[in-house]
Structures are given as structure tokens and as C-alpha cells.
């Protein structure tokens, strides 16, 4: 704190004449008011002076700042707009279709049927022949890019992932494009594209590469994450042979290319054994998560209606660790049926608490693995997609190249 509170007397040092008061507040109590405050009432009261703005676009006072006010990113059929929401269900920032352009209005339709992973303050979203990456905290398009589709052999709208890249302050996309489905919806063949937004070297430029070709990876809701720089995807089982259930693909943003072998999960780390015909009949499910800068597995086991969480220590030596292990709540027929109806975990407070989704109750809960005990945040009915805003509204992103 007392870094923090020097941190803001140097920002907000202002020369007032002795013989009047402005009503002036020193610069700690000043730093410990702005951070009561929410998002949306900091970006207008930036206008102030330029001390205030100084302030609050300060890296160590934003970051202090998205601790105290996490948000949630949310979507659903209902309304068909980016809501940006805190855990209490107000919403803070709103993105509608009627904000963009008519070529991207279209790129609405879907959002409510899958969740969407932000990377910072971005947000991707794909259309048949284009997709677009929006800043949520702007509301306006960071890039727009025309997709060229790669003839009959991959029809279908691809999948897109946001990375950045923190050593070249560079924005990449990863387009996973799929082949003709099976009639069990998986699909056989894979091939990938990566488009560079910009970064110090300025210009967008695409590469297109193949995708890991002994594995098809999943990129079904919440069977992929983006942690560090690096995007985590569990393999398509039915499509893959001879894998693990637990196994994940990575994909690097930095060396835009497929690490070679695939990254043992913690339970085949750890040789245990995993009964795959409980995989396959659901009632064991495996889903990955990014929480506090780690890669976590999220290993369901519906028949002990409980839920553990192992933290990717360390990518080169595959070390996890059981952080967490949750006994979800009533009601219990309903985990056994349908898998959303277990919370997915959204992220970890500072007082150790973990934000979970229940999709099909469409409630935000808490679980504190002290207690073992659970409370609801909120019902929000309107959203059927839920995740959290990994960035912040008080900054935008740079040096994204439009095109």
C-alpha cells in the first residue's frame, strides 16, 4: 500500500495557490476513493483534470482496479449484444449491432451459442466469409478481416482464438478451420491460419499452416483456452486415436507453430488411471479454464458429483497440482443428465473464492473451499454465455492494425 500511495502522490501532484482550496483531496485518499469507483464512472470523470486522467490510466492503478471490480463478459439470444456485467448483474458496458457497420451486424446472430474468451480487452467474434475483433473497451472494431475459405475440403465457419504476444506487444488470431463433420458432429481434419493484427512492426499480414496432424483438437465451448501467449485445446477423441482423454494440443503464439507432442494431462501425468467408458457415456468429463494467469483442467466426475481443479504449474515439465477440489451443489439429478448444469469456474478472487457459471440454472455463484460452502451472486436470466474480462475498461488496446 504504501507503494501504491506514493505511486499516486507523484501522479496526482498538483501546484495549488496557499490562499484558496480547491477541495483538493490528498493523493492517498484520493487513490483509495478512485478505486471504490466503478469502471464507467472513472472514464468520465477522466475529464476532469488531467491529473485524474493521469491517475486512473496509471498500469499499477488499473491493474489494482480490475482486482476490486472484476466484470463478466456476456451474451444471449434475448438481446443479441456484448454486455459487459459485474457480479451483481448491472450492466457496465453494452455493445450492439447498430454500432457497427451493416457488413458486421451480422456477426450478432450467433453470440448467444457458445461462450467467448476475451484476451485483454478483446473480443472475437466469426461470420461466414469475415470475423471481427471488437474492444470491449472502446465499443468499436479492432480489426475486420475478410476469411478466404479453403475451398469445399474445409466448408465451415472456423474458430477463432485471440493471443497476444507480450515480447513484440503483438495481437495474433488463430483460425482453426474443420473439414466435413461425422454424423457424431466431430469433424475429421483440421487446418489453421494465423493473422497478425500488428505490433511494433506495423502491418497485418497472414500465414496459413496445418494443424498438428496426428490429433484433431476440440474447439467446442470450453474445451480450449488461451494462457500466456499459448492456446490449449483437449483432443477430439472420437477423431484421434490412441489419446488420452486428458491429453491437450498447444498451439504458441510466439513461434505461431504446434509444440510437437502433446501436453500430458494431471491425471495421465500422474499414470492414473481414467475409465473411459465414463468419458464416453458423460458421467467423467474433462474442460480447460484459464484462472489467474494458469491453465486448469477441470476434471468432473458426475457420479461423485464432484469437481477438481489442477493448476498447470510449469508448460515445460508438466507439472500440475489439485489446487481445488469443489462438491457441486443440489440439485444432484441434474448434473447426472446435463453437464452444464455443474458450475464451470470463471475465475479466483484475492479472498480465495472461485466465481463459477451453473449455464443451466444461468446463475453466478461462489464457492469458498474453506467452508465448503456456496452463495449466489446473482440470477441472470438474460445470459445463456458467460466469461470474464480478462482485461480492463480503463484501457484500450494499442497498436491493433484495421484492416
Not at 212 to 224: I, L, Q
Request: proline share 4%; aromatic share 10%.
Amino acid at each position: 500500500m504504501a507503494a501504491a500511495t506514493a505511486a499516486a502522490a507523484a501522479l496526482c501532484k498538483i501546484d495549488v495557490p496557499p490562499v484558496a482550496n480547491y477541495g483538493v483531496l490528498p493523493p492517498d485518499m484520493l487513490y483509495d476513493i478512485m478505486l471504490l469507483l466503478s469502471a464507467d464512472v472513472l472514464c468520465r470523470l477522466r475529464l476532469v483534470c488531467k491529473q485524474w486522467r493521469s491517475l486512473t490510466s496509471d498500469s499499477l492503478f488499473i491493474k489494482a482496479h480490475a482486482s476490486r471490480h472484476p466484470l463478466l463478459v456476456a451474451t444471449g439470444n434475448r438481446t443479441n449484444e456484448i454486455h459487459v456485467v459485474d457480479f451483481a448483474g448491472n450492466i457496465v458496458r453494452k455493445i450492439r449491432p447498430s454500432q457497427l457497420t451493416g457488413n458486421l451486424q451480422r456477426l450478432f446472430d450467433s453470440l448467444g451459442s457458445r461462450d467467448h474468451k476475451t484476451q485483454l480487452d478483446l473480443f472475437c467474434v466469426e461470420a461466414p466469409h469475415s470475423f471481427a475483433v471488437l474492444n470491449l473497451a472502446t465499443g468499436t472494431v479492432a480489426a475486420n478481416v475478410l476469411i478466404e475459405r479453403w475451398g469445399q475440403k474445409y466448408p465451415y465457419v472456423p474458430t477463432s482464438f485471440v493471443g497476444y504476444v507480450s515480447s513484440t506487444r503483438e495481437y495474433k488470431v488463430l483460425l482453426i478451420y474443420h473439414q466435413n463433420f461425422s454424423q457424431y458432429g466431430r469433424c475429421h481434419a483440421q487446418a489453421c491460419e494465423v493473422i497478425a493484427l500488428g505490433g511494433r512492426e506495423k502491418g497485418a499480414r497472414t500465414r496459413r499452416l496445418m494443424c498438428n496432424g496426428s490429433v484433431v483438437v476440440d474447439t467446442r465451448s470450453r474445451h480450449a483456452a488461451v494462457v500466456r501467449g499459448v492456446a490449449y485445446f483437449l483432443v477430439d477423441l472420437i477423431a484421434s486415436a490412441n489419446v488420452r482423454p486428458d491429453s491437450i494440443a498447444c498451439f504458441d503464439f510466439t513461434t505461431e507453430a504446434w509444440r510437437p507432442e502433446l501436453l500430458p494431462g494431471p491425471l495421465s501425468i500422474r499414470n492414473l488411471a481414467i475409465d473411459e467408458a465414463t468419458v464416453h457415456n458423460g458421467t467423467r468429463a474433462f474442460r480447460l479454464a484459464a484462472l489467474g494467469g494458469y491453465l486448469v483442467t477441470v476434471d468432473y466426475n458426475l457420479l461423485n458429483r464432484s469437481t477438481d481443479l489442477w493448476f498447470l504449474e510449469n508448460l515445460d515439465t508438466s507439472l500440475w497440482t489439485k489446487r481445488y477440489s469443489i462438491r457441486d451443489p443440489p440439485p444432484w439429478d441434474l448434473c447426472l443428465f446435463y453437464l452444464n448444469g455443474v458450475s464451470f469456474p470463471l475465475e479466483v478472487l484475492d479472498d480465495g473464492r472461485i466465481i463459477v457459471w451453473a449455464e443451466y440454472g444461468q446463475v453466478l455463484r461462489a464457492y469458498d473451499p474453506q467452508k465448503g460452502t456456496w452463495d449466489d451472486f446473482s440470477m441472470m436470466k438474460d445470459y445463456n454465455a458467460m466469461g470474464m474480462l480478462q482485461g480492463s475498461l480503463l484501457c484500450s488496446v494499442r497498436e491493433v492494425i484495421c484492416n
